[in-house]
T-cell receptor
């Protein structure tokens, strides 16, 4: 069975600080990886996804993530956060070809102006 | 192009009543997923359906919970005889097949917040 671990449950940053949110998964086969964001009171929105190819994936709003197969990781990064990035971020993994997706517990990011 | 629609957005039930949550997928999407979100627990997969078929219900509680996705109309998550522990946000997602060997990208609805008194 696949599982996803998000290391930081709460992160507080000042505006313009750099962000890195950790995500590790456990699954030995082909994986498809996702980061979703949930702004306060809203539904989950897709930030970016990795299926294959270039392990550095660029998403919306200046976010990117790097798939490191040897470390079973898919960390989310942003060079300079804004107050509007305050939200909860979820990492998710699906095994290639199988549609059940497993979500991490989420990381709440608070950006202080 | 409407996204995934869920209704009601908020639902209040007393213990023992039934709750019916509806989900209309994005246009052209034939796959629907239901998740439950509890505070500090993230999203938990419940069930995956295609039109008229339940594909994977491994996350559904064995009793009181059922789901359907009929040929016509929205997908329904039904909770019978609700208890306080059923209070949560229930999210629906839909997808379109990406092809063999890939996990479909799921697009989420706004959720239904169920409160059981």
């Amino acid at each position: 069975a696949q599982s996803v671990s998000q290391h930081n449950h709460h992160v507080i940053l000042s505006e313009a600080a750099s962000l890195e949110l950790g995500c590790n998964y456990s699954y030995g086969g082909t994986v498809n990886l996702f980061w979703y964001v949930q702004y306060p009171g809203q539904h989950l929105q897709l930030l970016l996804k990795y299926f294959s190819g270039d392990p550095l994936v660029k998403g919306i709003k200046g976010f990117e993530a790097e798939f490191i197969k040897s470390k079973f990781s898919f960390n989310l990064r942003k060079p300079s956060v804004q107050w509007s990035d305050t939200a909860e971020y979820f990492c998710a993994v699906g095994s290639g070809g199988y549609q059940k997706v497993t979500f991490g517990i989420g990381t709440k990011l608070q950006v202080i102006p | 192009n409407a996204g995934v629609m869920q209704n009601p957005r908020h639902l209040v039930r007393r213990r023992g009543q039934e709750a019916r949550l509806r989900c209309s997928p994005m246009k052209g999407h034939s796959h629907v997923y239901w998740y439950r979100q509890l505070p500090e627990e993230g999203l938990k997969f419940m069930v995956y359906l295609q039109k008229e078929n339940i594909i994977d219900e491994s996350g559904m509680p064995k009793e009181r919970f059922s789901a359907e996705f009929p040929k016509e109309g929205p997908s329904i998550l039904r909770i019978q005889q609700v208890v306080r522990g059923d209070s949560a946000a229930y999210f629906c997602a839909s997808s379109i097949r990406q092809g063999v060997g890939r996990t479909d990208t799921q697009y989420f609805g706004p959720g239904t917040r169920l409160t059981v008194l």
